[in-house]
């Protein structure tokens, strides 16, 4: 269950459902009962209430309230908005409800032992006033354990923003797939912990709809995640080159080498500038330091197939030099990552590396911005009004510089020039530190020298990120992270080999 749902798409699904012959009122008396087993299971005490909006998402609230009724709980429904409103599914949901059903007060949840938030759900696309404003804030400061229905009210479910303010769950129930909103940024903070419940939607509605966006999960990649093989050796395993800074900066390179050395590319090579050689040459071991300095002798270096993944920036310098050093890689044939450096030297001249990009003709390519050198190297992207969300900024930019681009953050998003895209959410906070950022553009050279296409290895390489840092745990510092993979990779593995072995 990777796919991640806009609410079209969610609403397409339920539409396709309905017209392959499931009465709508099916579908919500499903998701009122997933509901009342969330709250069955965290509740602490007797008294519930349920805020309730005038659409469908009240309606499963109005489900959920008999359901915990007619198990002996104190429910009340706390009705926000004209109950003359209600129509279809939600109205005969309403019908069926017999308790108590109050106007909507905040006052009214100053006596209960748990919320349940009927309010909006995931459809909200405009910003929360009035009394659904002053209820959200109720819920928020009631005390008490708040259960979502569907998405938090006051996020939208397709961007994950907040519009203006939101509820914040103690955790939600959701229905048939994640939404896109559920992943983002700063939805994901309100959620809480998020249960899919199985409301009768078949899986085949996918087929139809088609979705792009998804969980960034090995369910994901992980049929083309590379696997050593008993009669591979080390050339069969590629060889990625990482290009170093001068002699002031070479930790950041040194920190991507290793990165790629450990994601499992065969060799590992730094193209070192003679004036660093040493410090590049006295700090390595397994990783092996070439002299390449400038532009011309990179393009020569590079010319060597084998050497087939490269990285640059980290560490690089921002500059004409840098600008030169991009060029070059780029009419290799070597799979490329820019990093850091290498993006903010064309911050000024875009124009510039997107033509260099349009010349490789659709080889690999992955971009690793963070905020800050997307805002400055997709300027009219980040600046234009209609694009909000930093999944469609990120789709945007893939699709305009034919480059995946990995847009870098705690819900860090990977979207690729056909339109897919990943969001991960394994990244803790603590991968929050100088460095951390060098040995993911190395991983991700690891995997592409491995053969990985660009679009999986980006996706694999930041979950694998992720599972790294949550490995080691506090107090971790870059150098932490490439030593931190190997019982990643053993886990990985073990499950990759099991979905394989299970594979018709």
């Known amino acids: 269950m990777i796919e991640l749902l806009t609410t079209a798409e969610m609403a397409e699904a339920d539409r396709l459902t309905i017209a392959g012959g499931t009465p709508g009122i099916d579908l919500m008396e499903n998701a009122g009962r997933a509901v009342a087993d969330a709250v069955s299971a965290v509740l602490q005490g007797r008294r519930v209430v349920i805020v309730a909006g005038p659409g469908n998402n009240g309606g499963d609230g109005f489900v959920a309230a008999r359901h915990l009724a007619e198990r002996g709980y104190l429910v009340r429904v706390s009705f926000v908005g004209d109950r003359r409103r209600l129509k279809g599914d939600a109205l005969l949901a309403a019908e069926r409800w017999s308790g108590p059903v109050e106007a909507a007060s905040p006052v009214s949840l100053t006596d209960c032992d748990i919320v349940v938030d009927a309010l909006f759900g995931a459809g909200l696309d405009r910003a929360v006033e009035g ?292 969001i991960a959410d394994n990244a803790p906070p603590t991968l929050a530190t100088a460095g951390s950022g060098d040995v993911l553009s190395g991983i991700i050279a690891g995997l592409l020298a491995q053969g990985m296409p660009a679009f999986e290895a980006a996706s694999a390489a930041v979950w694998l990120h992720g599972e790294a840092a949550a490995e080691f745990g506090p107090g971790l510092i870059s150098e932490d992270l490439p030593e931190a993979l190997s019982p990643v990779y053993r886990r990985l593995f073990a499950e990759l080999a099991n979905a394989r072995a299970a594979r018709p």
């Open 131 to 422: 009394l659904p404003a002053a209820m959200i804030k109720a819920m928020n400061g009631a005390g008490v354990p708040v259960i979502a229905v569907d998405l938090p009210s006051g996020v939208n479910g397709t961007t994950g923003a907040v519009m203006g303010l939101a509820v914040k769950a103690t955790h939600t129930v959701t229905f048939f797939r994640h939404k896109i909103g559920h992943l983002l940024l700063p939805g994901r903070l309100h959620c809480g912990s998020v249960d899919v419940a199985d409301i009768g939607i078949s899986d085949r509605v996918l087929e139809r709809i088609k979705p792009l966006t998804f969980a960034n999960r090995p369910r994901l990649w992980g049929h083309l995640f590379p696997m050593p093989a008993e009669g591979g050796h080390k050339y069969s395993r590629g060889h990625a080159v990482v290009v170093s800074g001068g002699i002031s900066t070479t930790g950041a390179a040194r920190l991507a080498a290793r990165g790629a050395l450990r994601a499992g590319a065969g060799l590992v090579t730094i193209a070192s500038p003679r004036e660093a050689l040493s410090v590049n040459a006295a700090s390595s071991l397994a990783v092996m330091v070439r002299p390449v300095d400038g532009a011309a002798e990179l393009a020569e270096f590079l010319t060597d197939r084998r050497r087939n993944a490269v990285v640059l920036g980290p560490g690089g310098g921002v500059g004409l030099a840098m600008r030169d050093l991009v060029q070059a890689a780029l009419t290799s044939p070597a799979a490329v990552v820019l990093d850091a450096d290498a993006l903010t030297s064309f911050a000024e001249t875009p124009a510039a590396l997107a033509s260099a990009i349009a010349k490789r003709a659709g080889r690999d390519l992955v971009m690793t911005p963070h905020e800050g050198e997307f805002s400055r190297l997709f300027k009219e992207v980040y600046d234009n009004s209609n694009v909000h969300a930093k999944l469609e900024k990120a789709r945007l930019a893939a699709r305009t510089s034919g480059a995946v681009v990995l847009l870098k953050g705690a819900d860090t998003v990977v979207a690729a020039p056909d339109g897919r895209a990943s």
